[in-house]
């Protein structure tokens, strides 16, 4: 494998009740970069992320995550993974500084940074408020969190901004950002936001039906479609 990646996906497939959701799918992510993942309602980038981080095991082909295959290393991976996808589940009569001891020491790491962490996703001021009397948004917060307190090398986020508030949106957007260039953090995120991607990318994957089509520098797409994301993403999907 390429050194320089941080994910790499060959001749991908993956089904579910012997249809093929995933169909020889090829993907590979720059170390330290941030890769938009867009794609239409069930093109299939949740199912790519869970097999990046080996919630499900691939039908066939190859994925390496950090070098190492994700499904047969997925426990050691575990610890340099960072990821929310769907809804994240939490200890509800707990609170976030709680949920985040307990995702630490799950990690098998005892010094975390939650205060400042908390601080960063804008939760540093709910104190003992347990989850369960959480808004959407700030479960959303919580996930990112979580994902993020344990320093992972990679971080996976399906659709991290959905929810959340514009200050949030601009907050998270400037996390993102630092996280990849002054914590050597590679990281992918799927959002239907297009705007919102255009902001944070360098490199722009597009899914569709099962397969990634297109995987283009941000900065090339730009200068062909100047007017923005938009126009670029509706020309791979239909052509136009
Ligand atoms: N556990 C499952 N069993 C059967 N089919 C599934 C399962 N999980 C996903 N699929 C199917 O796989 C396809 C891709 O779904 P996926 O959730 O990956 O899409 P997506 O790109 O994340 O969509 P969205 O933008 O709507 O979140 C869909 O047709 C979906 O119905």
Request: aromatic residues 6%; charged residues 25%; contains cysteine.
């Amino acid at each position: 494998m390429d050194r320089k990646m941080a994910v790499n996906v060959e001749n991908l497939i993956k089904t579910f009740n012997q249809q093929e959701v995933i169909k020889s799918c090829n993907m590979s992510v720059r170390r330290n970069s941030v890769y938009g993942f867009l794609g239409a309602n069930g093109a299939g980038k949740t199912t790519v992320f869970k097999l990046l981080i080996g919630l499900l095991s691939p039908t066939a082909g190859r994925i390496e995550v950090l070098g190492m295959d994700s499904f047969k290393y997925r426990e050691k991976l575990l610890r340099n993974i960072g990821s929310m996808i769907e809804t994240p589940v939490f200890y509800e009569h707990l609170s976030c500084k709680a949920n985040l001891e307990i995702h630490l020491s799950y990690m098998g790491m005892k010094d975390g940074n939650i205060d400042s962490v908390l601080k960063d996703v804008g939760l540093n001021v709910t104190g003992d408020k347990p989850v369960s009397q959480f808004s959407m948004g700030m479960r959303k917060r919580l996930g990112i969190a979580r994902a993020i307190v344990h320093k992972p090398k990679i971080l996976i986020l399906d659709e991290p901004t959905n929810g959340l508030d514009p200050l949030g949106i601009r907050d998270m957007r400037s996390l993102f950002r630092s996280l990849a260039d002054n914590n050597n953090m590679t990281i992918l995120l799927s959002s239907h936001i297009l705007s919102e991607v255009e902001h944070i990318a360098d490199t722009i994957g597009v899914i569709a039906d099962g397969t990634v089509v297109e995987e283009v520098d941000l900065n090339t797409i730009k200068n062909k479609y100047p007017d923005g994301l938009e126009n670029y993403f509706f020309h791979v999907l239909r052509g136009k």
